[in-house]
């Protein structure tokens, strides 16, 4: 394996030990020399290095000062100990200390020249383990919310990614994230190196879905001058995202399950069979049970996509992460218009949490831009009342400072009419309790 990339920092003060390194590893490698402790330890913290081969006795200390540092250094790079004065005590203490390992001068560069690869190699998956991490964090940063339904989606994501073809199958109503979780799963998978390709089944004209997906040679078609290839041809390596994938007929779906078993299909024209390495995700939001039940969709083909599914909660059942949600994209919005941000009222809020969101989080996103735009919220609940909202850290030019006490007021009696004085609902939507929300009901003097 090449690591061209790959920086050393020598630490030597024998003038001809130290070139004889140089000249050695500077054709491979990126090489930085110093030859005492006090440039080391200033270039160690000033720069990243994926190994350090360290002398352990210098002119101006004990290179155990420079290794005590690596772990806190950028990169926290390995260390390989050089020493014309072998002592077994310093040899423990520095392995304990971290380095990788110990080498008597004069040393043979073949033997220096594995312990080397070997430790680059270590850097390089710690690196790749990192990257993977941040990669993660990414990837499911996108899917807003921390509810436990969420949160159990994400888990599933994350145990789903670790397998590159298992096939997957996204249910959920629409506006429920779908996509999101196809991508998440295709970034955190060992085929994000690779395109995932998406297709909206829906979208498509049924008499060109076969070609689409399959593609075509020339001569196929009148009109076809050219061969093509379909997106499955397209996705080789990487993921086929199928988004509505019920609405594809019956021969199609038929092609389809040929492909899936075998990963090999034949393009409209064509003879000769092509095989392609891709995962298949599937998503939809219809109602599978009955389209089995009439015939409508395969039940090979569903049994062979379903092989794990995820099935997206509403918005309506995840009520606690709607706050969440409608901050972070009217965050979003005003700050790609060049705007102040808005602040969130707590009657708003309040109002948002008790809406049913038919849309889920996609007409939550919706409303969320509206607003950035136009500087007011919109009647959820169908009384034709519009919020106007105040900037972060400013007040709105219509409204006047209020006590808590008042804030508290308005906010109990608009959320207990906006649910039609359904007092169990508005105390859950309050976190209060039934009896907290009775006596403040009488003291306002509301029936």
């Avoid at 389209?291 to 606690?320: A, H, W």
């Avoid at 808005?342 to 809406?355: P, Q, S, V």
């Amino acid at each position: 394996m090449s690591y061209e990339n790959a920086s050393i920092l020598i630490v030597e003060d024998d003038l001809t030990i130290g070139e004889h390194l140089v000249g050695h590893y500077g054709s491979l490698y990126s090489v930085v020399w110093c030859s005492d402790i006090a440039s080391a330890i200033e270039t160690v913290s000033s720069h990243t290095f994926d190994l350090v081969l360290l002398d352990m006795h210098l002119p101006d200390g004990e290179g155990t000062q420079v290794l005590q540092i690596l772990p806190d250094a950028p990169g926290s790079p390995q260390a390989i100990i050089l020493t014309a004065f072998p002592e077994h005590q310093m040899a423990v203490r520095t392995i304990k200390m971290g380095a990788l390992d110990y080498l008597e001068k004069p040393f043979d560069l073949d033997d220096l020249d594995l312990i080397v690869a070997k430790a680059l190699q270590q850097s390089y998956s710690r690196q790749k383990l990192a990257l993977g991490d941040r990669q993660r964090v990414d990837a499911l940063d996108s899917i807003k919310g921390d509810s436990d339904a969420v949160n159990h989606v994400k888990e599933l994501i994350s145990t789903i990614a670790q397998s590159p073809d298992t096939t997957v199958l996204i249910t959920g109503e629409t506006g429920t994230g779908k996509e999101l979780v196809a991508q998440a799963i295709h970034e955190l998978s060992a085929r994000r190196s690779r395109p995932i390709v998406r297709v909206n089944c829906a979208a498509l004209p049924s008499s060109l879905i076969e070609a689409e997906l399959f593609g075509y040679e020339k001569g196929a078609y009148t009109d076809a001058k050219k061969s093509r290839k379909g997106y499955i041809e397209m996705a080789a390596g990487g993921t086929l995202f199928l988004d509505e994938i019920g609405e594809l007929g019956l021969e199609v779906q038929s092609k389809l399950l040929r492909f899936l078993e075998a990963k090999t299909f034949t393009k409209i024209g064509g003879e000769r069979e092509i095989q392609v390495d891709v995962r298949v995700i599937a998503a939809t939001n219809r109602d599978m049970a009955r389209m089995l039940e009439d015939k409508s969709f395969r039940s090979d083909l569903y049994y062979r996509l379903n092989v794990v599914q995820i099935n997206l909660p509403t918005l309506r059942e995840r009520s606690g992460d709607i706050s969440t949600l409608l901050r972070h994209y009217i965050t979003h919005y005003c700050q790609r218009m060049g705007r102040p941000v808005l602040e969130l009222g707590a009657e708003i809020l309040a109002e948002a949490t008790a809406y049913h969101w038919p849309g889920n989080v996609r007409e939550l996103r919706n409303v969320a831009e509206r607003t950035a735009l136009l500087g007011t919220f919109p009647s959820l609940l169908g009384d034709g009342r519009t919020h106007q909202m105040r900037q972060q850290n400013g007040d709105s030019t219509e409204e006047a400072f209020k006590t808590l006490a008042d804030v508290e007021r308005e906010l109990i009696i608009a959320t207990y009419h906006r649910l039609q004085k359904n007092k169990t609902r508005t105390a859950e939507v309050l976190g209060i309790n039934r009896v907290t929300l009775r006596k403040k009901l009488e003291e306002y003097g509301v029936q």
